[in-house]
């Protein structure tokens, strides 16, 4: 058997098991909703839960300028200069070893409980990861670029935008792609902590009343957004890997590189 | 030398930052009751490790910790392994694999209380979830990066099963399997201290979020520090290690 057919089977069953196991009573249906019962659960709140996604969506939606716009700002920055990379770099790479899940609590206290503390959570969390990794892929630019581009007696700025954004833009997508899933994950997260709207609320609040397939229902729309998020990144990273390889076969092998690459996600 | 003099600067900006939130709470920019001068938090800081609930609470985070720990690397690394010495196997589970690494673990965390309650179990239960994948990813680069003459050479040698295991596979592994063991604490104790924020009884991460609650601003910062301090340095020790180890590497 093909590899590939086999997964899609394993797949197929998984679901199938989803769908089964709860209702012989095998596994209670408090802890695993069958998926009908999931689906249904949510198409009959639909209004409730699109609110809800509507609330996400908007804080996921600042955060993400904040962490992303930030993050490869200042990882372009730090990165592209000799002296404050040495010196800052190590220190942000141990600052990521922190559990940031404990500044929630401090955010909450400063700002409240509503969309604010979130956005300034989530930006957070997402920021450090992409500054990390848009620093490591200015390292990786080709030092010959920057050296023609110095000879040819172009600027700090010219050689920041003409040389340096251009040839990160693989890298900086995938720090994209990275700090993206950290804000979905810290908008989320916040919301089920402490919140009075938004999806992470809802799985809470359905969670509190022991209402398992309201709680399915939610955890689905939230891998939902997680999966659309991945997949726009992989588009733009097609888009742009065609300029820059100019060929078809040799984007093939990127995508290779891009399924391969690590994206952790708590 | 130059290490020297980073180091000096290092510690000199995490000073610098020190002194800025002591500056900005005494002289009033910002409301001290939302922001305890440094001082003030560290002098709490002091006080919290002296009492016993507190130390009680520690002692149950480390322990959760400890415990989704010693289950997830062993259960990962081995089904990392398998995955990367089968081939047809890899094929099959690795797209699998990345993308349940690649989704966000934190939203599971209702059905643990759902199935586990809320104790000890759910919270080893998480952290196990949540570091698994990255120790299965991680074993499965830290296989593939063995060189693929030396395990050749060890076999044209007559090197037995044990000997190619302990004298090819662990010194090739074992940096990659250090900066594993470091990323997966991170994602470990991340995932141990969010459960116990959500819903617990004790523990650390139960008293920070009790602490946000009723706006105790000094102890939340306190603790707040505690742990990154904690966090930082069991990182750094692992890095250590890590450098000696890459030291007699090639």
Redesign the interface.
Known sequence: MK??T??RL??IALIALWEILPRTGLVPE???PSLSSTLKAGFTEAGEYGQALLVTLYEVGVSMAFACGGGILLGALVGSLPRPR???M??VS?????????????F???LGIGSESKIAFASIYGFLPTMLATAAGIQTIDPQLLLAARSMGATLTQRLVRVVLPAAIPTVLSGLRIGG?LV??GV??SE???SSAGI?YL??RY?TI?D?PH??A??LL??AM??AF?AAIKWIERKCAIWQTGTRGAQATDDDVA??A????? | MERMTNTLARIAIVLALFALWEVLSRMGIVNPRLLPSASDTLATLCDLLRRASVRNDLLVTATEVLAAFALAVPVGALIGFLVAENRYFADVTKPLLFFAFSIPKSIFLPMFILVFGVGFSQKVGFGFFSTIFIVIMSTTTAVESIKVEYLTVARSYGATAIQTAWRVYLPSMLPVLLEALRISMIFNLTGVILAEMYASRDGIGHQIATWGENFQMKQLLAGVVMIAVIAIAFNEMIRWVETRCSHWRT
Not at chain 1, 94 to 104: D, H, R, T
């Open positions: 590899p590939s086999l997964r394993i797949v408090l802890f695993l040495v010196l800052i190590p220190m141990s600052l990521y070893a922190v559990p940031l899940v404990i500044l929630y609590p401090v909450t206290v400063w899933a979905i994950v989320v997260v089920m902590l402490i992470g799985i809470s969670r022991l398992s709680v399915f939610g955890v939230v891998l997680a999966v991945n399924t391969g690590m994206q952790p996600a708590t």
